[in-house]
């Protein structure tokens, strides 16, 4: 948006009601900008300067006759009503492109059903919407309790190590659930990574039904000038992808369960063959040795073997 200037002011908005103001002056009164040419009223007014101020900024200058003082009053308050309004169309500009933004980060990640593709899109929108030398996604293990990176964007040695909640920055916004803005790492007396290069950080929880499920964090190896709008962007699309993260796992666990049940009823199934294949072959050799053919050649044999055994008899002396 263009800067605020006292010639663009009077052109546009003051000139109606500045002419009749200077014409009514008991004595000539000029109007200049910083430069001091001349904007508007006497061309060459002698008497006391007075500055036309924003912000303390000197957009002008009002020189002339004592009322001089009053006009350059009067431009200062219509000049800070301009900034006043140039300002709240640019938050609300601001405000327009923001909810845009995280609508069609939304809009993304409705689409994602792997818990891969759900990290990598949000730290990539992450990244590429707030300067850092890396950006980094953790996910609290229930279990133990530890948070384990699951991913990184950029320099993957300016990162913090894994650690406990409560213990380290990131542990803190873990176990605090309020997202962090630190400029200089070195003089936070929690940071304990000293050997990783950060030097400045912001870090927001995922949460889902108000319980953390992970964070994700935004790292700078340089000292860092982080404002909370960013915070607050980091924030939203850490919020946002947060569900769809938990939505994810719940189908990764619910598919690794279903896998499982699936591999316990294929080895049931294989042991339930073997078992039928051996009935089976116990039952078919039953038949064999139970039918009558069998039964004749086993008496044949009895009666081949007796016969056998009474000829290696040593013949009788008597």
Not at 124 to 152: M, N, P, Y
Not at 176 to 204: H, M, Q
Not at 215 to 224: A, H, K, Q, R, T
């Amino acid at each position: 948006m263009a800067k605020i200037t006292l010639k663009r002011l009077i052109q546009r908005d003051l000139s109606a009601l500045l002419n009749p103001v200077l014409q009514l002056a008991d004595a000539p009164i000029g109007i200049y900008d910083q430069e001091g040419n001349w904007l508007s009223g006497a061309r060459e007014s002698e008497g006391e300067r007075f500055p036309v101020e924003v912000q303390d900024e000197v957009l002008g200058w009002v020189s002339g006759s004592p009322a001089a003082k009053q006009v350059a009053q009067l431009l200062t308050a219509l000049a800070i009503q301009a900034v006043e309004r140039r300002s709240l169309a640019t938050e609300a500009l601001e405000k327009y492109r923001e909810i845009n933004l995280l609508y069609s980060i939304a809009e993304k990640l409705t689409s994602c059903r792997e818990v891969d593709e759900v990290v990598k899109l949000a730290l990539a929108e992450a990244h590429r919407l707030i300067r850092g030398s890396s950006a980094a996604l953790f996910l609290l293990d229930a279990k133990t309790q530890t948070l384990k990176l699951i991913s990184v964007s950029g320099q993957s040695d300016v990162v913090e190590p894994v650690l406990k909640p409560g213990r380290g920055i990131t542990g803190y916004v873990a176990a605090s659930k309020k997202p962090e803005i630190v400029n200089d790492v070195l003089a936070d007396p929690r940071f304990e990574a000293k050997e990783t290069g950060i030097r400045a950080l912001l870090c927001a929880p995922m949460q889902a039904q108000e319980k953390v499920i992970g964070l994700i964090s935004i790292y700078n190896d340089e000292l860092g000038n982080y404002r909370a709008e960013e915070l607050k962007l980091l924030t939203a699309i850490a919020l946002q992808a947060a569900p769809a993260l938990e939505s994810a796992l719940f189908l990764q666990q619910e598919m690794e369960a279903a896998r499982k049940r699936e591999a316990e009823l294929q080895e049931k199934l294989q042991e339930l063959r073997i078992e039928i294949d051996q009935a089976k072959r116990d039952r078919q050799v039953a038949e064999i040795t139970e039918s009558d053919f069998f039964q004749s050649l086993k008496k044949k044999a009895e009666l081949m073997r007796k016969r056998v055994d009474s000829s290696k008899e040593p013949p009788s002396l008597i």
